[in-house]
């Protein structure tokens, strides 16, 4: 059964530093999203993308975040300088198509630590 | 004040019991959402639904739009149910979760 994969599964890294945390969403889905979870918290929507565009962001998503696809698998997401408050698992999440119809299918997550 | 909220935020039950874990939320929506997610971390669609109910297996999803709620039952629950069940509503394109309920079942 297809899957959406995420890696590095766990990514610890200095404050300040860029990290990039990637994801294969489903071959054939067309809509992409990036969602984290602070330890304790729910969930939270960062970004969707859609025909190599971002689509929607939420007030979390400023200029230290992109999301990019840089070739017709992977779905990447940017954080230029991490700051300790970045510490969160990041979800990765595909559809097929609209969420408003859709089941999004999520990956396994990214825990990044921010030291 | 959150737009979805789900009660209880935490519930043990016994082997066999019947569970109902409860969502309303307060925004227009496409759709609802009913989600696991397991001790490591990952999340899981369970329901995707815009009214009426839903069945799979021993889960239960009913919707009532009008009421603005929402309710997952688990019939004859076991300990392999055990994890947090998040409803989440569709607006736009994006997702906007509740808060989770941690349900743990116990042999």
């Known amino acids: 059964e297809p899957e959406v994969t995420q890696t590095p599964s766990h990514q610890v890294t200095q404050m300040g530093q860029e990290v990039i945390l990637r994801c294969v969403p489903i071959?054939?889905?067309?809509?992409f999203y990036w969602y984290r979870q602070i330890l304790g918290q729910k969930v939270e929507f960062l970004v969707s993308?859609?025909?190599?565009?971002?689509?929607?962001k939420s007030e979390i998503f400023d200029d230290q975040f992109s999301v990019e696809r840089p070739d017709g698998s992977n779905f990447t997401l940017k954080i230029r300088s991490t700051k300790l408050e970045d510490s969160a698992m990041y979800f990765c999440?595909?559809?097929?198509?609209?969420?408003?119809?859709?089941?999004?299918?999520f990956g396994p997550g990214t825990r990044l630590t921010v030291l | 004040k959150n737009e979805v909220e789900q009660s209880p935020q935490n519930l043990t039950a016994q082997e066999g019991e019947f569970i109902t874990i409860n969502c309303s939320y307060s925004?227009?929506?496409?759709?609802l959402h009913w989600l696991q997610q397991h001790p490591g971390g990952g999340i899981v669609s369970l329901f995707m639904?815009?009214?009426g109910k839903k069945k799979h297996g021993r889960l239960i999803a009913t919707i009532n739009i009008q009421e603005k709620h929402s309710s997952l039952h688990i019939t004859a629950s076991h300990p392999r149910d055990s994890a947090v069940y998040i409803c989440?509503?569709?607006?736009?394109?994006?997702?906007?979760f509740g808060q989770g309920t941690e349900l743990s079942v116990k042999p």
């Open positions: 999440a595909s559809s097929l198509g609209q969420s408003s119809y859709n089941e999004q299918f």
């Open positions: 071959s054939n889905h067309l809509y």
């Open positions: 993308f859609y025909n190599n565009e971002t689509s929607e």
């Open positions: 925004v227009g929506i496409s759709a």
């Open positions: 639904l815009s009214s």
């Open positions: 989440a509503v569709t607006q736009g394109g994006k997702l906007i």
